[in-house]
Nanobody, 126 residues
Framework: QVQLVESGGGLVQAGGSPRLSCAAS????????MGWFRQAPGKERECVAA????????YYVDSVKGRFTISRDNAKNTAYLQMNSLKPEDTAVYYC???????????????????WGQGTQVTVSS
């Protein structure tokens, strides 16, 4: 059974730099894209960052470019989201997602991903 477990969230002061981790188990995802999404209250889920299986292609939503960095360690079946210079508007539940079937969607499309974690809350205080 595939399981994605996010960690690293919590209450952070504005300007902080936490790192989220997403550990996958149940199958190997080294050949599949992985993404980080977030959903704030009253807002739609959006892709924050995503990375291809090789790491050669990445996507970032405009609001986090230059502040967030996505990476992956295929040997550990783990993806990371380094978040720097956090702002109160970054407050949301952050979800990890992994594809399996390689649908022809962009890295930023939720439809590309087959497995989702339970989410980790990130709250940024001003």
């Amino acid at each position: 059974q595939v399981q994605l477990v996010e960690s690293g969230g919590g209450l952070v002061q504005a300007g902080g730099s936490p790192r989220l981790s997403c550990a996958a188990s149940g199958r190997t995802f080294s050949s599949h894209a992985m993404g980080w999404f977030r959903q704030a209250p009253g807002k739609e889920r959006e892709c924050v960052a995503a990375i291809s299986w090789s790491g050669g292609s990445t996507y970032y939503v405009d609001s986090v470019k230059g502040r967030f960095t996505i990476s992956r360690d295929n040997a550990k079946n783990t993806a990371y989201l380094q978040m720097n210079s956090l702002k109160p508007e970054d407050t949301a539940v952050y979800y990890c997602a992994v594809e399996r079937f390689g649908r022809n969607y962009g890295l930023e499309s939720p439809g590309r991903y087959d497995y989702w974690g339970q989410g980790t809350q990130v709250t940024v205080s001003s």
